[in-house]
């Protein structure tokens, strides 16, 4: 019994830990992993990441409506704004890079075909 409520002790002092370091943890661990799924990305499999990345932004629009919604000026509310244009960009960005990529694809129409005849 005595071992169980030391490790109670020791779970409940783990979760009392800043959420300012976790959260920065979490954020220095999303850039490692970003960096390498990004750089390991061949050239075929750019188009479909830029459409993922694309709805990952969606997303984020959501979200940011949500957090610039209350009428009362805050934080929050600023932060929202400014990640609903963000995000706004990326997606817009986005999809005329991946219309631009993909026009590269597309066979050109042959103008100078000699007529038959």
Do not use: C
Request: glycine content about 6%.
């Amino acid at each position: 019994m005595e071992e169980i409520t030391k490790m109670t002790d020791v779970a409940t002092q783990s979760t009392t830990m800043s959420p300012f370091v976790s959260q920065i943890s979490l954020f220095i661990l999303a850039i490692f992993v970003g960096y390498y799924v990004v750089w390991s990305v061949t050239p075929a499999l750019h188009t479909p990441l830029m459409a993922v990345t694309n709805a990952i932004s969606s997303v984020i629009i959501v979200g940011a409506l949500i957090a610039a919604g209350p009428e009362t000026m805050s934080m929050a509310k600023i932060l929202g704004i400014i990640a609903i244009g963000l995000a706004a960009v990326n997606i817009f960005g986005g999809f005329a890079v991946t219309n631009r990529m993909l026009s590269m694809y597309k066979k050109k129409p042959q103008a100078d075909k000699k007529k038959e005849g």
